[in-house]
Nanobody, 125 residues
Framework: QVHLVESGGGLVQPGGSLRLSCVASSGSIFSINRMGWYRQAPEKQRELVAATTTGGSTNYADSVKGRFTISRDYSTNTVLLEMHSLRPEDTAIYYC??????????????????WGKGTRVTVSS
């Protein structure tokens, strides 16, 4: 089991910036394959915002390209999402997601997906 704790959400005016942080931890040995951020706006489906793999590749939703930047700190198992030029349509609950392999009782479990509880981002004047 990998636990994810998000922080950094809040209320910001249009054009403003926020930084989201997500720290992954576990009581077991684990290896992260991919870390990402998703969001879910009211009455909409959850969608990918940005993700980064251990190999260093990143991908972004078209709607956030050029405004959001995802980065990862390997030493602390942290993924950050820098959000700039925020728009009202960015308002949503943002969820951290991790794809990881875990070692428990001498056995590896591969490619499990874990979710944080979410942090709310509201862009409004």
């Amino acid at each position: 089991q990998v636990h994810l704790v998000e922080s950094g959400g809040g209320l910001v005016q249009p054009g403003g910036s926020l930084r989201l942080s997500c720290v992954a931890s576990s009581g077991s040995i684990f290896s992260i394959n991919r870390m990402g951020w998703y969001r879910q706006a009211p009455e909409k489906q959850r969608e990918l915002v940005a993700a980064t793999t251990t190999g260093g590749s990143t991908n972004y939703a078209d709607s956030v390209k050029g405004r959001f930047t995802i980065s990862r700190d390997y030493s602390t198992n942290t993924v950050l999402l820098e959000m700039h030029s925020l728009r009202p349509e960015d308002t949503a609950i943002y969820y951290c997601n991790v794809d990881a392999d875990t070692l428990q009782s001498g056995q590896w479990t591969y490619g499990m997906s874990y979710w944080g509880k979410g942090t709310r981002v509201t862009v409004s004047s």
